[in-house]
């Protein structure tokens, strides 16, 4: 009866010193392990000052951003009223010209026909000292045509400059939009940078939201592929492609008619 | 036919330069609007527009939504549009057309272009 209840322990006592075995071996690794631990920690200690620069350098640049898309917003505004500055000057200098022009023209006219009253006075009259010494001191009618063709040529060479400078201003529109992109894409990075901020602190975003704002929403119609290009091809390849689809659209029209039929 | 036109753009640089340009080409009638909802105020206002040159990048209702906006109404389906924009890709010229602008012209031009566009269009027969 007693060996029969000696008979367990047995296996008991050599399940206790397989576990004791199992211990010392995981201490003896555990201590092989604490130096890589220690080198780990060690990592650590160092990169938490790291890790804080640049957290502070990416909050220091979003903090940056909202200012440089403000100063973005203020050239394309300056822009604007320069160029509507200089839009009111062209204006005033083209109504002047064609106003010169419409003179000059109503002047030509005049003398035209202060000429032919001339001639008829000279053949009325053809002995008359003073008729002949108005027409030595006349005008002469083909060196008139000659300076008014010149002015003329003059005028619409300076017309034509003012409208090319018109055109060029055109620079203002397709800058703005460029400008409004690279707005757009600020507010793409301080997006992103403040979810990196906010993995790193909360705090931080919090403080983030509140301080570095972009407000662009009035910025937001642009064409990111804008270009100040005055190729004419550029024209010539919308025209290309304007003709294609037309010709297509006739096509399909006539099919139309047909598989009505 | 005396054309009195409504010149839609986001930018009041452009919608000058355009009002210049027509000018220049003889033209004396305008109607001005900074986006599409505006534009569509001023066209359902006034029935004496007939030609409409609008920009496509706008905020609010672009240019291309009042487009398809002005198609949709059967009253204006002959009402000449020009589109004149930044635009210059395929495809976007393409979407364009299939939203049943007349003619496209791409920034920057010149009066000489406008004026070419401004009477093809004019001289198309309506469908």
């Given at each position: 009866?007693?060996?029969?209840?000696?008979?367990?322990?047995?296996?008991?006592?050599?399940?206790?010193?397989?576990?004791?075995?199992?211990?010392?071996?995981?201490?003896?690794?555990?201590?092989?392990?604490?130096?890589?631990?220690?080198?780990?920690?060690?990592?650590?200690?160092?990169?938490?000052?790291?890790?804080?620069?640049?957290?502070?350098?990416?909050?220091?640049?979003?903090?940056?951003?909202?200012?440089?898309?403000?100063?973005?917003?203020?050239?394309?505004?300056?822009?604007?009223?320069?160029?509507?500055?200089?839009?009111?000057?062209?204006?005033?200098?083209?109504?002047?010209?064609?106003?010169?022009?419409?003179?000059?023209?109503?002047?030509?006219?005049?003398?035209?026909?202060?000429?032919?009253?001339?001639?008829?006075?000279?053949?009325?009259?053809?002995?008359?000292?003073?008729?002949?010494?108005?027409?030595?001191?006349?005008?002469?009618?083909?060196?008139?045509?000659?300076?008014?063709?010149?002015?003329?040529?003059?005028?619409?060479?300076?017309?034509?400059?003012?409208?090319?400078?018109?055109?060029?201003?055109?620079?203002?529109?397709?800058?703005?939009?460029?400008?409004?992109?690279?707005?757009?894409?600020?507010?793409?990075?301080?997006?992103?940078?403040?979810?990196?901020?906010?993995?790193?602190?909360?705090?931080?975003?919090?403080?983030?939201?509140?301080?570095?704002?972009?407000?662009?929403?009035?910025?937001?119609?642009?064409?990111?592929?804008?270009?100040?290009?005055?190729?004419?091809?550029?024209?010539?390849?919308?025209?290309?492609?304007?003709?294609?689809?037309?010709?297509?659209?006739?096509?399909?029209?006539?099919?139309?008619?047909?598989?009505?039929? | 036919?005396?054309?009195?036109?409504?010149?839609?753009?986001?930018?009041?640089?452009?919608?000058?330069?355009?009002?210049?340009?027509?000018?220049?080409?003889?033209?004396?009638?305008?109607?001005?609007?900074?986006?599409?909802?505006?534009?569509?105020?001023?066209?359902?206002?006034?029935?004496?527009?007939?030609?409409?040159?609008?920009?496509?990048?706008?905020?609010?209702?672009?240019?291309?939504?009042?487009?398809?906006?002005?198609?949709?109404?059967?009253?204006?389906?002959?009402l000449p549009i020009l589109m004149v924009t930044t635009r210059g890709?395929?495809?976007?010229?393409?979407?364009a057309l299939q939203a049943k602008v007349n003619n496209y012209i791409?920034?920057?031009?010149?009066?000489?272009?406008?004026?070419?566009?401004?009477?093809?269009?004019?001289?198309?027969?309506?469908?």
């Amino acid at each position: 009866m007693e060996d029969v209840q000696k008979m367990p322990q047995i296996p008991n006592m050599q399940q206790l010193f397989e576990r004791l075995g199992d211990l010392k071996s995981f201490f003896v690794y555990g201590q092989k392990l604490i130096p890589t631990l220690q080198k780990i920690v060690d990592f650590m200690q160092a990169t938490i000052p790291l890790l804080e620069t640049v957290n502070k350098s990416i909050t220091e640049s979003t903090g940056k951003l909202p200012k440089a898309a403000v100063q973005i917003n203020s050239v394309t505004n300056a822009t604007e009223v320069a160029v509507t500055e200089i839009l009111d000057v062209v204006d005033g200098a083209t109504n002047d010209l064609m106003t010169i022009m419409k003179k000059l023209e109503s002047l030509r006219s005049r003398v035209q026909k202060q000429g032919e009253s001339i001639q008829r006075l000279v053949a009325k009259y053809p002995d008359d000292p003073d008729i002949k010494e108005l027409v030595q001191n006349g005008l002469n009618p083909e060196v008139l045509q000659q300076d008014y063709t010149e002015v003329m040529n003059l005028s619409e060479k300076i017309q034509g400059g003012l409208m090319n400078i018109t055109i060029s201003l055109q620079v203002q529109d397709i800058t703005s939009q460029q400008l409004a992109s690279a707005n757009h894409l600020m507010t793409s990075i301080q997006t992103k940078l403040s979810s990196l901020l906010f993995d790193i602190d909360t705090k931080e975003i919090m403080k983030h939201h509140i301080d570095t704002h972009i407000d662009i929403s009035k910025d937001l119609a642009f064409n990111p592929e804008a270009r100040y290009d005055k190729n004419h091809e550029n024209q010539a390849f919308v025209d290309t492609v304007v003709t294609d689809n037309q010709i297509q659209q006739s096509q399909k029209d006539i099919d139309e008619l047909f598989s009505k039929k | 036919m005396a054309l009195k036109f409504l010149v839609v753009d986001d930018s009041v640089t452009m919608r000058r330069i355009v009002l210049n340009s027509l000018k220049q080409i003889g033209h004396e009638e305008f109607v001005e609007a900074a986006d599409g909802r505006e534009a569509f105020t001023k066209l359902s206002a006034d029935d004496g527009i007939n030609f409409v040159i609008t920009d496509w990048n706008m905020p609010d209702v672009t240019g291309l939504d009042f487009v398809k906006q002005v198609r949709a109404n059967p009253k204006y389906a002959s009402l000449p549009i020009l589109m004149v924009t930044t635009r210059g890709m395929k495809e976007d010229i393409v979407e364009a057309l299939q939203a049943k602008v007349n003619n496209y012209i791409v920034k920057p031009f010149t009066p000489q272009v406008l004026r070419e566009k401004i009477e093809q269009i004019i001289a198309t027969p309506v469908a």
